[in-house]
């Protein structure tokens, strides 16, 4: 990472405050779903952002907050156009995540197909590797990648499984119905 300072705003959303990290030039070098309160999502983001200053989101940054909100609260919105910083992402993972940033709200693709797409078969693994690295979280919208059989699959958001259920439910797609545990 280069010297420039980087700012965070906290934010609320349907499924609690989130978190977007941003360079100067507004450009998105992180986000963050929610955590167990906004005080603890505050420490992770300053943990994993050292040097980041709470501050007022610019323009497009606002923008992009705007549209995770509703995103999260009615399941509609795209975040294609939100600028990320992946300079410091590596080549595979960035490769991944533009291609995950092209399935729209309500649609899916598998491991698999996001490996076949990138013209990498065999690579699914990878995938999954890569979108549990994910820092841009709902932008690159990792939840809608599946196992094979249309299987949830892993989710490193907190909440895990439940929380990509409910992101994917948000925007229409229902895969597995709860049992009783899950309530």
């Not at 978190?19 to 420490?43: E, F, K, M, N």
């Not at 989710?155 to 895990?160: I, L, P």
């Given at each position: 990472?280069?010297?420039?300072?980087?700012?965070?705003?906290?934010?609320?959303?349907?499924?609690?405050?989130?978190?977007?990290?941003?360079?100067?030039?507004?450009?998105?070098?992180?986000?963050a779903l929610s955590h167990d309160s906004p005080d603890g999502l505050r420490r992770?983001?300053?943990?994993?952002?050292?040097?980041?200053?709470?501050?007022?989101?610019?323009?497009?940054?606002?923008?992009?907050?705007?549209?995770v909100r509703e995103l999260l609260t009615s399941g509609t919105g795209d975040l294609?156009?939100?600028?990320?910083?992946?300079?410091?992402?590596?080549?595979?993972?960035?490769?991944?995540?533009?291609?995950?940033?092209?399935?729209?709200?309500?649609?899916?693709?598998?491991?698999?197909?996001?490996?076949?797409?990138?013209?990498?078969?065999?690579?699914?693994?990878?995938?999954?590797?890569?979108?549990?690295?994910?820092?841009?979280?709902?932008?690159?919208?990792?939840?809608?990648?599946?196992?094979?059989?249309?299987?949830?699959?892993?989710?490193?958001?907190?909440?895990?499984?439940?929380?990509?259920?409910?992101?994917?439910?948000?925007?229409?797609?229902?895969?597995?119905?709860?049992?009783?545990?899950?309530?």
């Amino acid at each position: 990472m280069d010297a420039s300072p980087l700012a965070f705003a906290l934010f609320p959303t349907a499924i609690g405050t989130c978190a977007v990290v941003w360079r100067p030039d507004g450009a998105i070098v992180g986000s963050a779903l929610s955590h167990d309160s906004p005080d603890g999502l505050r420490r992770t983001v300053t943990r994993w952002y050292r040097g980041a200053v709470e501050a007022t989101p610019p323009p497009p940054v606002a923008r992009a907050t705007d549209g995770v909100r509703e995103l999260l609260t009615s399941g509609t919105g795209d975040l294609a156009d939100v600028e990320l910083d992946l300079r410091t992402v590596p080549d595979f993972d960035r490769r991944v995540y533009e291609v995950v940033r092209t399935i729209p709200p309500g649609d899916t693709l598998t491991y698999g197909e996001v490996a076949h797409r990138l013209g990498a078969p065999g690579a699914a693994q990878a995938v999954g590797q890569a979108l549990g690295r994910n820092p841009f979280p709902p932008i690159v919208p990792c939840h809608r990648v599946l196992a094979a059989g249309r299987h949830v699959g892993g989710f490193s958001a907190r909440g895990g499984r439940r929380t990509k259920l409910r992101l994917l439910a948000t925007e229409g797609v229902h895969l597995e119905q709860p049992t009783l545990f899950d309530l």
